[in-house]
């Protein structure tokens, strides 16, 4: 049954209505967070078929090392640091990547791929894998790569999007919350949503709008508190 209908059923009204349609909009946000999207609406059905959650603890923080532990493991500098292998060595840092060139290449380099950097730089390689994010092959899918990618890819990348998802620390002198990690999540008013996206906050939003190319109410805060007593 459809959430307006159960309101209409159970004769929602007042307090309870308004509690009740705070926490199907909460819902709603919630959801958008998990999946990456502006809306519901926005969210790949086929994805959430497919979605399945890896096995292991999903909160896992790798000892405050982050994701280059992961990197650590790969190269082996975990357990062992002196039997690490010579990869972070050859990373280049600060070359942006202005094109590729791949397949039909001249005959000085048959079969090869040239990447070239906007500091002028030229390297030739068997292969490259790209991993830059989709807002980067979104904008540069037609000038970077040459020949054009297929049109399957180009579709693709065309098709798959993202929303804006924000991260806003927040640091405060003592430790006000229980000591067990938690998660603490707003309900909005439409009279909250409204006053806060129209009045004080226009200024602000106007700010977020150039940055982000919309606005959107907190959906959701995460306190990490460890080691703040
Ligand atoms: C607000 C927010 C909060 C998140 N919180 C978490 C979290 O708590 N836990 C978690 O596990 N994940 C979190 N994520 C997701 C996580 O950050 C990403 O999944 C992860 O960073 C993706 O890594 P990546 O290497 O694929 O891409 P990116 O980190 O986007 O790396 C792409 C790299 O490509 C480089 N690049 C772009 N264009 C070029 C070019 N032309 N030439 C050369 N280099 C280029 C960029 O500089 C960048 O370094 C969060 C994401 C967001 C946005």
């Not at 819902?27 to 990456?36: E, F, P």
């Amino acid at each position: 049954m459809g959430f307006a209908k159960v309101f209409k059923k159970e004769d929602m009204q007042g307090t309870q209505y308004m509690v009740a349609k705070s926490v199907l909009d909460w819902c709603k946000k919630y959801q958008a967070t998990l999946d990456g999207s502006d809306s519901c609406f926005n969210a790949s059905g086929h994805g959430h078929v497919e979605y399945w959650t890896c096995e292991g603890n999903q909160l896992l923080c790798w000892k405050q090392g982050g994701y280059s532990t992961v990197i650590d493991l790969l190269t082996r500098k975990l357990p062992d640091p002196q039997r690490e292998l010579p990869v972070t060595s050859k990373v280049l840092l600060n070359k942006e990547v202005s094109s590729i060139s791949w397949d039909h290449l001249t005959n000085k380099n048959p079969g090869r791929v040239v990447t070239e950097c906007t500091d002028g730089s030229l390297y030739v390689s068997e292969h490259v894998i790209i991993t830059t994010s989709l807002g980067v092959l979104k904008e540069r899918v037609h000038s970077m790569f040459h020949p054009a990618l297929p049109h399957l890819k180009i579709t693709a990348i065309k098709g798959l999007g993202i929303g804006v998802v924000d991260k806003i620390f927040l640091k405060f002198p003592h430790r006000w919350w229980p000591k067990e990690g938690l998660s603490l999540n707003f309900l909005w008013t439409e009279k909250d949503t409204h006053s806060f996206n129209s009045g004080s906050a226009s200024k602000q939003k106007q700010e977020d709008k150039a940055v982000n190319g919309r606005w959107e109410v907190a959906r959701e805060v995460m306190i990490f508190g460890s080691g703040m007593e």
